[in-house]
Structure formats: structure tokens, C-alpha cells
């Protein structure tokens, strides 16, 4: 049975383990899930709003620059032509929605490889409850030194929002809080340590394996 290591609340790893469904962290295959679901999280946050304009959009005269022939210049109909300065973009960007959605049942096995490789990694660890008394950034940043993780990207999932927590890890620029049954695959494969509270590894095999 897979077991995840677990950090006291002074940041020392312990001896102590807690066991975890095999079904979620030793899972094999499911790469290219992951690939797709990081692909659509990031899809999905574009604004797609980039825009040009085309010929018919420039504001410019529709008044024909000189004569079609007898010039010995090329034949032009418009300064708005795509080939003169100034003039329209041909097949520029436009407008469009880039959202785009993974079926769940597929979403949910990406959430699983993507935690099964953090474990194969030796990458992910068990946590007592984050919960310090006030919103000091210092707390945070003392457990993450004595746990040897500063300057690591650190993802902590939670089993409840608290206050306290979140905002004293708000400040460090390389530590997140989020609750566990929220985490998405790039939220996870964009870290290079996962820390989850004990408390937070039931309601998460949960929501995987229903």
C-alpha cells in the first residue's frame, strides 16, 4: 500500500506515514491526459481578444491612387490594400473563445496521474494542519526553511479555507495554498513539491475515486 511521509507542525519529517489509495498514487500511463488538461487550463485563461484590422476595416480614402494604366506604376485600387503600408492585415487574429473542456472522466484520471507521478518522484508529502495563529508570512516561510523547500515551488493543499493561512502565504512567491478538492492538474504539475494536510487526503481520494 502507498504511504506519503509526514511533516509535524515544526516541519520536521517524521517517522510517522499515512496510507493512501494506490488506485490514485501509483497509477500508471495517463501522460497525455496530463498534456491535454494542462493544455486546456491554459487555453481556457486566454482573454482572446487579439484583433487586426483587415482592408475593410482601415480607415483610409476608397479613392483609386492614379490610373489602371499608362503610368508604368502597378495597378493599385486602394491604400488600404494588405500590401501597402498602412493598409489591412490579411488573416490577422480576431476575437474568438478558446475554452475548451475535458469529459470528467478523463479530467478526474489526468487529477490522478498527475498526483502518481508527484509520487513516483518521491515529491509529494503528508502534513499536519496548517493553521497558524496569525497571518505572518514568517511562520510560513520558517516551516518551508526547516523543511528544506525554500526556493522550491511549494503547493500546499488544505482541507478548509483559513484566513490565516492563506494570507500568510500569500507573500511568498513561490508557495500556494489551495484546497485539496479544488487542485487541478496544472496547479500540480506546475509545483515542485506538493505538501497535503492529513485531513485533506480523505475528501481528495473522494472526489477521485467516487
Known amino acids: 500500500m502507498a504511504t506519503l511521509k509526514i511533516y509535524d507542525n515544526a516541519g520536521n519529517l517524521t517517522s510517522a506515514t499515512i496510507p493512501v489509495d494506490d488506485r490514485i498514487f501509483t497509477a500508471e500511463g495517463g501522460e497525455h491526459l496530463i498534456y491535454e488538461a494542462v493544455t486546456f487550463h491554459l487555453g481556457n485563461r486566454r482573454q482572446g481578444t487579439a484583433k487586426t484590422k483587415e482592408r475593410a476595416e482601415v480607415k483610409a480614402s476608397g479613392r483609386k491612387p492614379w490610373k489602371q494604366k499608362g503610368t508604368g506604376r502597378a495597378r493599385v485600387g ?24 475535458l469529459p470528467a472522466k478523463a479530467a478526474r484520471k489526468a ?15 503528508a502534513t499536519e494542519a496548517l493553521r497558524p495563529e496569525g497571518p505572518k508570512t514568517k511562520v510560513v ?20 479555507s483559513d484566513r490565516n493561512a492563506r494570507l500568510a ?8 495554498t489551495l484546497l485539496a478538492t479544488n487542485v487541478s492538474v496544472y496547479d500540480i504539475i506546475n509545483s515542485d513539491v506538493v505538501l497535503i494536510e492529513k485531513d485533506a487526503v ?9
Open 141 to 160: 516561510a520558517g516551516l518551508l526553511e526547516t523543511m528544506n523547500l525554500s526556493g522550491k515551488k511549494v503547493l500546499w493543499l488544505v482541507s478548509e
Open 111 to 125: 487529477r490522478i496521474s498527475a498526483l502518481s507521478a508527484k509520487y513516483r518522484d518521491e515529491a509529494i508529502f
Open 78 to 101: 486602394a491604400v488600404s490594400s494588405p500590401i501597402w503600408r498602412g493598409g489591412g492585415t490579411t488573416f490577422g487574429p480576431s476575437p474568438r473563445d478558446y475554452t475548451r473542456k
Open 202 to 210: 480523505g475528501p481528495l481520494q473522494e472526489i477521485l475515486i467516487p
Open 169 to 176: 502565504a500569500r507573500n511568498l512567491a513561490r508557495c500556494r
